[in-house]
């Protein structure tokens, strides 16, 4: 990107003005007529030739969430066996955010050092249901503590905004009780429900942290490793969540799915999925205000480039595009990967 000052900052300022422009053929329904399914992890619909296809969103979010690499854990705990039984169906034409916490389990495994002080784990399931229960959701693991930690941050930050919620107190005996565990299980729904429902409790970098934090600092130690298969259904996960909490072009979301795109591209043989996350990511940036986020778009276009030269597609659209913008001014010059822009960005733990 420019290098300092006034010029960088006019450089990004374009390259804004440049993503609210359309062009006549539009790159994004040209690549998604080329789009090729290359092993596709399921069968999804071929993306329409309109700009902003939702056929673009549809086929890269329809891709199946891959196994994470755990052994079952046998249920401490339980609510239904089937979640569909309390399912409440939302208006026709509306969605709702939900939270819930359908099992529990203890950790450390059976089997594992037993002088470990044993815990329990809630596995809290995040969904966008509309009038049908929504068939993609997101999984994470949490203690107790990571709750109460997020509780307490918020609590210091916003105090008003949780001045009516009741957070459930620890205890020191009775800890692997289902009375207890669905007693708290439920609190921890409701008290996510509400944050969710708060714009400065769900912005907050608690929540955020909260949300991502583990899976993601996992995921960038397998990148760190070059152990890719294992980071990218992490990322995959994180990308659904955060994409059921926020905004399609937030931040978070944004972020993320450039990570995603980076872990995809940066073997030499890139991964199945590559070409469906990598169209999305370029979709969400069109019309990206974010420009604390412009800087990973060059990188961005280089990325897919080369993906669509592995793949033996047209790379005209991208680079069309990386010409527009020269012809403006801007630096196009290929001196950064993705993930080092992603990198400044956020810093993690993955090799760059």
């Not at 090729?36 to 329809?62: F, G, W």
């Not at 309390?86 to 208006?91: E, L």
């Amino acid at each position: 990107m420019i290098a300092t000052g006034y010029a960088r900052a006019e450089a990004y300022y374009k390259v804004g003005e440049l993503l609210f422009i359309r062009n006549q053929t539009t790159m994004h329904a040209v690549m998604a007529k080329r789009l090729l399914p290359h092993e596709p992890s399921v069968d999804a619909p071929n993306p329409e030739d309109e700009p902003d296809s939702p056929a673009i969103e549809a086929a890269a979010l329809a891709i199946a969430p891959q196994a994470a690499d755990q052994t079952p854990q046998k249920a401490l705990w339980e609510r239904f066996n089937n979640p569909g039984k309390r399912f409440k169906p939302v208006a026709e034409g509306s969605t709702e955010l939900r939270f819930e916490i359908l099992m529990a389990h203890i950790m450390p495994r059976e089997g594992d050092d037993p002088k470990i002080k044993r815990y329990v784990v809630y596995e809290l399931t995040v969904r966008q249901d509309s009038n049908e229960m929504d068939a993609q959701p997101a999984k994470i693991e949490r203690r107790y503590t990571d709750f109460r930690e997020l509780y307490q941050s918020l609590k210091r930050s916003h105090p008003n905004e949780l001045n009516n919620l009741t957070f459930p107190n620890k205890v020191l005996m009775g800890n692997f009780s289902s009375e207890l565990i669905g007693e708290r299980s439920e609190a921890f729904e409701a008290f996510l429900a509400h944050v969710a429902e708060q714009t400065k409790l769900r912005d907050s970098n608690a929540f955020l942290r909260f949300l991502q934090h583990e899976e993601l600092t996992k995921a960038c130690q397998f990148l760190d490793e070059r152990r890719h298969e294992m980071a990218i259904p992490m990322l995959e996960n994180c990308f659904r969540l955060l994409n059921k909490v926020y905004m399609n072009r937030s931040r978070p979301v944004v972020l993320i799915l450039c990570r995603l795109v980076a872990a995809c591209t940066v073997s030499p043989v890139p991964h199945h999925a590559a070409e469906r996350w990598a169209l999305l990511a370029l979709g969400r940036f069109e019309t990206l205000c974010d420009i604390d986020l412009l800087p990973l778009y060059i990188p961005l276009l280089h990325t897919c480039a080369h993906l669509w030269w592995q793949r033996g597609q047209d790379q005209k659209p991208i680079t069309d595009r990386l010409t527009d913008m020269s012809k403006q001014g801007i630096n196009i010059a290929n001196t950064t990967s993705l993930m080092q822009a992603i990198h400044k960005i956020d810093p993690r733990t993955e090799t760059i």
